[in-house]
């Protein structure tokens, strides 16, 4: 089983930053995309933004120009730089990758960790 740790999270003024970082481990595995979702109190989970295993990336809307999405592919490991947080940023987010393994591909979830963005 390949585990997704999250780290990165925390509570930060309006216009600050912060950077997230999911790593994956476990053996004989292979990852194709990587991709952040973020889920707000009483509202659905949304995709923030995703990375091929090319290094194409896409955004959400409303963190475009703000939120940079990376990945380190040999230490299976994705990154997201927030910047410029606003209030309606605060969510936990959740890392996800398209993981391949001998028997199956699936799609791998972290365990979440919570951004708080407030004055």
């Known amino acids: 089983q390949v585990q997704l740790v999250e780290s990165g999270g925390g509570l930060v003024q309006p216009g600050g930053s912060l950077r997230l970082s999911c790593a994956a481990s476990?053996?004989?595995?292979?990852?194709?995309?990587m991709r952040w979702y973020r889920q707000a109190p009483g509202k659905e989970r949304e995709l923030v933004a995703s990375i091929t295993s090319g290094g194409s990336t896409s955004y959400g809307d409303s963190v475009k120009g703000r939120f940079t999405i990376s990945r380190d592919s040999v230490a299976n490991t994705v990154y997201l730089q927030m910047n410029g947080l606003k209030p309606e940023d605060t969510a936990v987010y959740f890392c996800?990758?398209?993981?391949?393994?001998?028997?199956?591909?699936?799609?791998?979830w972290g365990q979440g960790t919570q951004v708080t963005v407030s004055s």
């Open positions: 996800n990758m398209l993981i391949y393994t001998i028997v199956r591909a699936y799609n791998g």
């Open positions: 476990g053996s004989s595995f292979s990852i194709n995309a």
